[in-house]
């Protein structure tokens, strides 16, 4: 019996994002929480935040990384913009 990866890549808990993102795990907590919270006052202009695979657990939700890093590349960011160089 082989495991294969499946489509996506394994589902991660904000623990594992946070250290996938070298991040700690509030940021990303605060980034979705952020981010859900401009969408619904503006659906037009904010990108919803990837939705977890299982919605309905109590702990440990979990989200697809090929959802969650093109969201977390692209999400607004809050404080000074970068420098362009």
Excluded: Y
Aim: aromatic share 6%; net charge positive.
């Amino acid at each position: 019996m082989s495991t294969s990866v499946p489509k996506g890549g394994w589902p991660e808990t904000r623990a594992e994002l946070a250290r996938r993102h070298g991040v700690s795990e509030s940021t990303v907590k605060r980034a979705l929480d952020t981010a859900a919270a401009r969408h619904s006052e503006e659906p037009d202009r904010n990108e919803p935040p990837p939705q977890p695979v299982n919605p309905g657990a109590v702990r440990n939700l979990r989200w697809l990384p090929s959802e969650f890093d093109p969201w977390w590349r692209n999400r607004r960011r809050r404080g000074r913009p970068p420098k362009e160089s």
